[in-house]
């Protein structure tokens, strides 16, 4: 592998190494009921979900939420979110591929929009917190992307360059932060978007982890 080019692995984690699209769509129709919307499924949420969430709400409800709507949503998803994501596991070969990337002398990292109060204790739980130099999750807001925390998150990596990084992750938010940051990305088909939607962002699209590490090691060589 072309060492030279890529070094640095930037995970996502809810929808990509934590596999919790179950609870995911459990939060969302429980947010969902605090207003009135009926229940989504798993199909249609991968549809329509984007980032910034509000917008995905203004997909289903044909506007979007007001500011006392949103709040109500948010809280609830959260509430109902975290209470079932200590239940979900790893998604399938996570921890090896983790394991092997380090192994083989490289770094990664995780950033998440995930609350950093909530996904660390999640990470350390699973025993996989040693595999990365840093591990990132929100501090601010709920309702943005993540090209602005990708720019933090990179921003204190050390002697690593952005164009030498490659994102993994299940959303098209994913790739908008690698373009932001001039890296590049591969998308998983395991978490929160459907492949179609996931092939507008003219990236990679991966149906398991392992195929997203080889074709970051394939860009490597490019």
Not at 130 to 141: E, I, L, S
Not at 164 to 193: F, K, N, P, Q, W
Request: glycine content about 8%; overall charge negative.
């Amino acid at each position: 592998m072309g060492k030279n080019h890529v070094t640095h692995l930037v995970w996502d984690w809810n929808g990509t190494l934590l596999h919790d699209i179950d609870a995911v769509i459990s939060a969302t129709n429980a947010s969902f009921q605090e207003i009135g919307l009926p229940p989504i499924t798993i199909e249609r949420y991968r549809d329509l979900y984007c980032v910034p969430v509000p917008l995905f709400y203004e997909r289903l409800m044909g506007r979007l939420p007001s500011d006392e709507e949103w709040a109500v949503m948010d809280e609830a998803f959260h509430r109902h979110y975290w209470a079932l994501a200590e239940s979900a596991g790893l998604a399938i070969g996570a921890r090896q591929l983790l394991t092997e990337w380090q192994e083989a002398g490289l770094t990664q990292s995780l950033c998440s929009l995930a609350p950093h109060e909530y996904l660390l204790p999640l990470v350390r739980t699973h025993g996989i917190e040693r595999h990365f130099v840093r591990v990132d999750g929100r501090t601010g807001q709920s309702n943005t992307g993540k090209a602005e925390q990708m720019m933090r998150h990179i921003a204190v990596l050390e002697g690593v360059a952005p164009q030498r990084m490659v994102v993994i992750g299940d959303a098209l938010d994913d790739a908008v932060a690698a373009r932001h940051v001039g890296a590049r990305a591969v998308l998983y088909t395991g978490g929160s978007h459907s492949r179609a939607s996931l092939e507008a962002a003219g990236v990679p699209v991966v149906d398991t982890l392992e195929e997203a590490v080889r074709e970051a090691e394939r860009m490597a060589d490019e």
